[in-house]
């Protein structure tokens, strides 16, 4: 198959890699210059496991190309059949609204339509509100007879995208309305998709509609899920009692089941913050806003998770944090990966730095990113310089090094033994046992 992939994100970089090593033929697009050298160059331009490895495998075969030239996707002479086009770009938050922003998906559209052929297919895989696909649907009918639109959403992971893009748990495919163009549409994706159709990976057609609500219903639901788990943290913190336990023994219910109940900090990145955000006011203009209300409640109890790190931190050490080292082991919004959108750790940095705190941030991967987003935080690359004679360590993304961290030795170069689990990632008994006062959300002082 000839693919066009326009946006070359965490999303488009990996999609565009992992078609090109199941054979196709794939032209990734993207407007920064700088992703598409380093794409070119069989460089990841962002930390994502795997990746680097398929883009080497795969740019060698030239079955993989990189442009900031939309222009390139143009049929080349002499070339027939069908391209399909996928749509991967970004839908952030619209400033001061709850609202996502769909400019760069209408851009890459407008910017494929000078360039569609009839039999073509355009396949929007951006997380959309429920109703874009109609409304793009229609744009590309009328400006190329013939060319078709299909909605295809994306369930992968940061820091499992290319495991998750080549055997993803399920695949959607949201069709025309028309019964030909559903019937065209299905079948281009199934060649585009042999390989998982072919291993058995269960695949759902549904309309646009449906297929665009069941991504924002997945995320909706993932994100209720921690939060539930964080507001029983909550309780179990006035009670006295272990959320770890709780969650342990209620995730052995296959009704509940034990995945993504780790309480903690809470969830952050690029995703299921405004995801849920925007599915309340897609919801309010469909006119069923009450139906999703509960998001709110989602969202604070969320973002009290990291008030309640702060509280505690400062409890730490003494009630105020002037004068007084705290040390942030994490700047990801979670590990495996360099992504610092809405990171919940840097928040709460940021939060304890305006309060007076001196805050030194370490992560293996994200600094980069996180001091160009937060200049004013302090950075250090090495976990034991950066918490040289720190009041309080803050555990807030939980990347295996940490959790693997020697309490021993860590004690002998911080001031006090003070020690934050944001994350419930690390054996309390063992960072006890090594002399330091550890503390975690949901769970007793010890
Ligand atoms: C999420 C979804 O999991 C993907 O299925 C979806 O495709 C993606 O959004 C998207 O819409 O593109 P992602 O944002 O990469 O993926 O990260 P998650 O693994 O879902 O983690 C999100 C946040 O929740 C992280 O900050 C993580 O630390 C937190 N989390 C996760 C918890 O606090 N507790 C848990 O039990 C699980």
Known sequence: MRISVVGCGYLGAVHAAC???????????????????????????????????????????GRLR???????????????????????????????????????????????LPH????DLVVGKSTVPVG????????????VPGAALAWNPEFLREGHAVED???PDRIVYGLPPDPDDARRAKALLDEVYAEPVAAGIPVITADYATAELVKTAANAFLATKISFINAMAEVCEAAGADVTTLAA???????????????????????????????????GELGADQALTFLREVDAINMRRRTRMVDLARQEVG?????????????????????????????????????????????????????RAWPDLRYEEKVEVACQ??????????????????????????????????????????????????????????
Request: proline content about 5%; aromatic content about 6%; overall charge neutral.
């Open 319 to 371: 009630g105020s944090f002037l004068g007084r080292k705290v040390t942030v082991l994490g700047a990801a919004f979670k590990p495996d990966s360099d992504d610092i959108r809405d990171s919940p750790a840097l928040n709460v940095a940021a939060q304890i730095r305006l309060q007076g705190g001196d805050v030194v941030v370490t992560d293996p991967a994200a600094l980069e990113n996180a001091r």
């Open 389 to 446: 004679g720190a009041d309080v360590v803050l555990l807030l993304t939980e990347w295996r090094e940490y959790r693997g961290l020697d309490p021993a030795s860590l004690g002998e170069v911080v001031r006090a033994r003070n020690v934050l689990d944001g994350r419930n990632a690390l054996d309390a008994q063992l960072w006890r046992a090594a002399g330091w006062n550890y503390r975690a959300l949901g769970r007793p002082r010890g």
């Open 165 to 167: 893009t080549v055997h």
């Open 66 to 112: 990189f442009t900031t030239d939309v222009a390139a996707i143009a049929r080349p002479p002499g070339a027939d059949g069908p391209t399909v086009h996928f749509v991967c770009v970004g839908t952030p938050q619209r400033r001061g609204e709850f609202a996502a922003d769909t400019s760069y998906v209408d851009a890459a559209v407008s910017a494929l």
């Open 19 to 61: 078609m090109a090593d199941v054979g196709h033929e794939v032209l990734g697009i993207d407007v920064d210059e700088r992703k598409v050298a380093d794409l070119s160059a069989a460089r990841a331009p962002f930390f994502e496991p795997g990746l680097p490895e398929v883009l080497q495998r795969t740019c060698a075969t």
């Open 249 to 283: 023994a209620i995730g052995h219910d296959d009704r509940i089941g034990a995945r993504f109940l780790r309480a903690g900090l809470g969830f952050g990145g690029g995703c299921l913050p405004k995801d849920i955000r925007a599915f309340m006011a897609r919801a």
């Open 132 to 143: 874009t696909a109609a409304r793009l649907a229609d744009r590309i009918g009328e400006a």
């Open 116 to 119: 569609l052929r009839p039999g």
